[in-house]
């Protein structure tokens, strides 16, 4: 199946400070891809879609200005996380589709902030 | 509203047969996707279903019932490192995945 990597897998940052996480599509392109978060013992909570050469479309709730996403290439797209809390601790995953009728995902961030 | 449920827990035996329902409402239906996800991984995809039927892929099968909003993921012969999380996703009118709250299976020797 096709390959999408995230990285890093795990971080741990300061209140305050900026994270920045990479989601690759590493063997076909990928015009959409979808950033999300879990949280302990929850569903995926889908944060926001991401468009090649465009903005992205965020979910009711999520700061845009908090959680940026850059989707500079067909390959490439990032989620930064601005200022972030305590409360922004969690699990964040990105997918990305090849075909209609499947997802693949990266392997995840655990992100920690102290 | 959207509304996806699935049992919180099961507990299933080596070697036996567990079946996992998914019962949902969404705004129209464009298919429906198994996951599985191991404790602090990413989900991985199982199957997806977009017909009324049983699809099977070797020990893992899916059934989906579109008139019921009922599908279940039905898993053989289980293994110890079927231990996991089994997440139901149904995609909607707008393409949007609605994912369920998933399942813990627990697999006793």
């Known amino acids: 199946g096709a390959v999408v990597s995230q990285h890093p897998s795990r971080v741990i940052c300061k209140s305050g400070t900026s994270v920045k996480i990479e989601c690759r599509s590493l063997?076909?392109?990928?015009?959409?891809m979808f950033w999300y978060r879990q949280f302990p013992k929850q569903s995926l909570m889908l944060m926001a879609t991401?468009?090649?050469?465009?903005?992205?479309?965020?979910e009711q709730g999520v700061e845009k200005d908090k959680f940026l996403i850059n989707h500079a290439s067909l390959t490439l797209s990032t989620l930064t996380v601005t200022s972030a809390h305590p409360e922004d601790s969690s699990f964040y995953i990105c997918s990305a589709s090849v075909t209609d009728t499947e997802a693949f995902f990266g392997q995840g961030t655990r992100l920690t902030v102290v | 509203g959207q509304n996806i449920d699935q049992p919180t827990e099961m507990t299933a035996t080596e070697g036996a047969i567990v079946q996992i329902n998914c019962t949902y409402q969404t705004s129209g239906f464009n298919g429906l996707f198994w996951y599985q996800q191991h404790a602090g991984e990413a989900p991985t995809f199982l199957s997806y279903?977009?017909l009324d039927g049983l699809e099977e892929k070797g020990r893992f099968s899916s059934f989906l019932s579109r008139s019921k909003g009922y599908s279940y993921l039905l898993l053989k012969e289980l293994q110890m490192k079927d231990s996991a999380s089994y997440l139901c996703?149904?995609?909607?009118?707008?393409?949007?995945?609605?994912w369920g709250a998933g399942t813990k299976l627990i697999i006793k020797p």
């Open positions: 063997d076909f392109q990928a015009t959409t």
């Open positions: 996703a149904v995609r909607d009118t707008n393409y949007q995945l609605i």
């Open positions: 279903n977009v």
């Open positions: 991401s468009n090649e050469g465009s903005k992205a479309t965020y």
